[in-house]
Structures are given as C-alpha cells and as structure tokens.
C-alpha cells in the first residue's frame, strides 16, 4: 500500500484546511486508516481515524469538534482530514497512516505511511 498526503499549506488562526490522503497498491490492506501529526517538541500524536465502511470515527481529544475524517472508497482509497477553527498549536506535519484490521489509536499497530503534509497556523 502507497499513501500519499496532500493539501497542507500555512493559514491563519481560525481558517480551514483539508488534507487527503490516497492509498494505492492493494488498498483493500488499508482498512482503518489515520492521521497522526508530530512537531519537533512532542512524541507523534494521534489525531482521528477511520474504519472501512466510514461508520466508526475516533479523534483526539485536542481536535474533537473542529476535525472531521472521513473517507472515499473506490478504485482508490482516499481517506479525508478536514480541519476547521485552526489553532497555531494544530501546527505540525500530518502523516496518514493506514493498516489491515481494525481501528487502533496508537501508531505502532500501522503498518503502512504516507510522507507528510506540513501544515502551518499563524496566529
């Protein structure tokens, strides 16, 4: 499975940004999928994650009620991060991340990343 992460950018406290993320390759191995963020001064966090039918959503407790994944699933599998009401410590890159079974919240249980989108917060 090959992910790849789109959409970042640097906006100002308050704005919206969306991030996707595409799985290619055998796609049918991502059945849950996640974003995670990390920063220089902190341990990658868990940001939200998604089952295969879209039905079963779990997000952080920072980005709960501004963060909403969501998910697409056709030939290709694309898996969504819309991020409202930014806040300049939503700073980070973002990796999605993708693996078979179902939804875990730490990082260690995927087997599959993307490369990262670098999102940005002014304030």
């Known amino acids: 499975v090959q992910l790849q992460a789109s959409g970042g950018g640097l906006v100002l406290a308050g704005a919206s940004l969306r991030l996707a993320c595409a799985a290619s390759?055998?796609?049918?191995?991502?059945?849950?999928m996640a974003w995670f963020r990390q920063t220089p001064e902190k341990e990658r966090e868990f940001v939200a994650a998604i089952d295969w039918g879209g039905h079963t959503t779990y997000y952080g407790d920072s980005v709960q009620d501004r963060f909403t994944i969501s998910r697409h699933n056709a030939e290709t599998t694309t898996v969504y991060l819309q991020m409202n009401s930014l806040k300049p410590e939503d700073t980070a890159v973002y990796f999605c991340?993708?693996?078979?079974?179902?939804?875990?919240?730490?990082?260690?249980?995927?087997?599959?990343w993307g490369q990262g989108a670098v999102v940005t917060v002014s304030s």
């Open positions: 991340a993708a693996k078979s079974g179902g939804i875990y919240l730490y990082s260690e249980e995927y087997q599959y």
């Open positions: 390759g055998h796609s049918y191995s991502a059945s849950a």
